[in-house]
């Protein structure tokens, strides 16, 4: 079961006042695939993923979810298909666990907010998934960053979307919930064919990880393509001006960027 | 979909709805409770105040001529002379109340009140200026009073706004149109008669005195429109309160849905202005208490309103009976409650090292 839902960028050009970050930029997302954005720190990843959640309007160029214009269709309705997670979020004071995660659902809630069994439930596996359910009643702000983290995922699970965008979910977190995070999206687009665009820092995870990945440098897109056809040390280099070495990963297969620095470099033979 | 593996037996997805559920209700009779001792406390604080006073009533009396009977004096004392201030007394507080948890809510900030940001400046300014410059009194002083809060909220609003609106800068823009606010209340009082400058200065502590049927009815109209108005916008809270990223994200209509809540919260502290004065400190103080009372229920904006009838029903009673022979405006009483909270607030803030 694959998303049918697509979400593209045509000829998008974003910025904020005078400043232009992204120039005339195509993209289309494949629809029920994990797709990764890469790129050096402010080359507009995060800019370009917020544009498509309809969080910044665009200078020119539009954005299409099922080929309308993101910003011509009602808000609920975008929000009843499309989820997004920004960066550090933020939670009132001493709000619990289930009160959070239960805020997925506001876009599916009419104008009286009447609370039905259908909500329960998708909160209920929301959690579940995350395993948050334990920590229904505690207080969000009592939670380590790994299980906040996991709680604000829970929230974008329980809006139950077909697309699902998050900007940077991991990037403050330890390398074993760092793992837990991008298993879990991947179980949740296995299982459910949710589309699922993150930003990632790690190259090495996102390699892994994605199906799709880009890679952005100065708000273009430099080269986009499943990560064992396009990450080559040339790319590395090109993108991020690092020197490096491209191996297979031996866990999975997939490239694994070597970083070659200038000390602790053994010349090759 | 079973997420992560462990090895402890994991709930069915029934199981953990409904054990969702039980917590959902567990917290909503929670919520019930306490509003229901509120509401107490708040019919407690009436009671006692159409009770107590030069001319003591016993319960039964009271209980009398507020059912039709009784005689023409106690008549006289309950329904002309105490009744409608205890009344306007719990409805002032509740607007306050109403106002300053929607405001706190809605700008993730304890130190965001109508009075602290310039709305109840605006006010006191514009009822100042039209009873002393042009002599306006009575309902349309009431009037002046509303449209110089809404006035005020809209400047604050519009000076602080930068592609939206940041929480800690509309406090600190508020702050500085309050001050400015708060200078020309001052001049002006410099340019009139002792007399007038001494009712001004008794008015803008906040007073409840000689207040009667003719401050109540108006209030009571904008608070019936209003509040329902409010506690209907309140709906998209839960989604803005979460930053407006997020609550655009969740499909709220983020500009429009705030603008609405500031407005309804604005008009709220304008019309008890309007009715009392700006009574310190209730708009601030109701919410944290109620928040207190209810931890980990977001806003609570019922039980914050109920908490500003409770505080302002028992500081004017408070105020008119404490000391002897003399009558305290109930601004002076719920300020002495409030300032140490400030205080309280501050110090906390630069201990802990959190904002605000």
């Known amino acids: ?269 | 979909m079973n997420g992560l593996d462990t090895m402890a037996e994991q709930p069915t997805a029934a199981e953990a709805a409904a054990r969702l559920g039980r917590l959902r209700r567990h917290r909503r009779r929670g919520f019930g409770a306490v509003c229901l001792v509120l509401l107490l406390a708040v019919l407690t604080a009436l009671l006692v105040s159409l009770c107590t006073g030069d001319i003591a009533l016993p319960v039964g009396d009271v209980w009398d001529t507020l059912l039709g009977g009784g005689d023409a004096g106690s008549r006289f004392v309950v329904v002309e002379l105490r009744l409608p201030r205890a009344l306007l007394a719990l409805l002032v507080g509740f607007a306050f109340g109403l106002s300053g948890a929607v405001f706190q809510a809605l700008l993730r900030n304890p130190l965001a009140s109508p009075d602290v940001i310039g709305v109840s400046s605006g006010a006191a300014a514009a009822a100042v200026l039209a009873s002393m410059v042009y002599g306006v009194s009575g309902i349309a002083l009431s009037g002046t009073a509303l449209v110089g809060a809404l006035a005020a909220g809209a400047g604050v609003y519009l000076l602080a706004w930068r592609r939206g609106i940041n929480g800690q800068r509309l406090v600190l823009i508020g702050v500085g149109v309050g001050t400015g606010l708060s200078s020309i209340v001052s001049y002006l009082m410099t340019r009139s008669e002792v007399t007038e400058a001494q009712s001004a200065f008794v008015w803008l502590a906040g007073s409840l005195n000689g207040r009667s049927w003719p401050q109540f009815w108006p209030l009571f109209g904008a608070v019936v429109v209003l509040a329902p108005l409010t506690l209907l916008g309140s709906r998209a809270l839960p989604a803005l309160q979460l930053g407006d990223g997020t609550a655009a994200g969740l499909g709220a209509r983020v500009e429009r849905d705030r603008l609405v809540l500031l407005g309804c919260a604005t008009a709220l502290a304008g019309v008890a202005t309007a009715a009392a004065g700006p009574v310190g400190f209730v708009a601030f103080v109701s919410p944290p208490i109620a928040r207190r009372l209810l931890p980990g229920h977001g806003a609570a904006l019922l039980p914050a309103a109920l908490t500003g009838s409770a505080l302002v029903g028992l500081a004017d009673l408070a105020g008119q009976h404490a000391l002897p022979h003399t009558q305290l405006p109930v601004g002076l009483v719920t300020g002495v409650v409030g300032a140490p909270y400030l205080l309280w607030l501050l110090a906390r803030a630069n201990r802990v090292g959190q904002g605000g």
């Open chain 1, 1 to 269: 079961m694959t998303s049918s839902h697509t979400l593209q960028a045509r000829q998008l050009s974003l910025g904020y006042g005078e400043r232009e970050i992204v120039s005339r930029l195509d993209l289309a997302l494949p629809p029920g695939r994990i797709t990764v954005v890469v790129g050096p720190n402010a080359c507009g990843k995060s800019t370009l993923l917020r544009a498509l959640a309809r969080l910044l309007p665009p200078l020119a160029g539009s954005v299409l979810l099922d080929g309308c214009d993101i910003h011509r269709t009602p808000t609920k309705e975008v929000a009843a298909t499309l989820g997004v997670l920004p960066q550090s979020p933020v939670a009132p004071d001493a709000i619990v666990v289930a009160d959070l995660v239960g805020r997925g659902r506001y876009p599916h809630q009419g104008w009286f907010r009447r609370w039905t069994r259908a909500d329960d439930e998708a909160v209920a596996a929301a959690m579940l998934a995350t395993d948050v359910l334990d920590l229904a009643d505690r207080s969000v702000d009592e939670l380590s960053g790994g299980q906040r983290q996991r709680v604000w995922i829970a929230m974008a699970l329980a809006q139950e979307t077909d697309v699902l965008l998050l900007d940077e979910p991991t990037t403050y977190l330890d390398i074993s919930h760092q793992l837990d995070v991008l298993d879990l999206l991947t179980d949740l687009n296995r299982a459910r064919g949710v589309t699922l665009a993150l930003v990632l820092h790690d190259l090495n995870l996102a390699c892994r990880y994605a199906d799709h990945l880009i890679a952005m440098k100065a708000g273009r897109i430099v080269a986009e393509g499943p990560p064992g056809d396009i990450v080559t040390a040339s790319l590395v280099h090109e993108v991020f001006g690092l020197r490096s070495a491209v191996i297979p990963d031996p866990a999975s297969g997939t490239p694994m960027v070597v970083p070659l620095g200038r000390h602790h470099v053994t010349p090759p033979a």
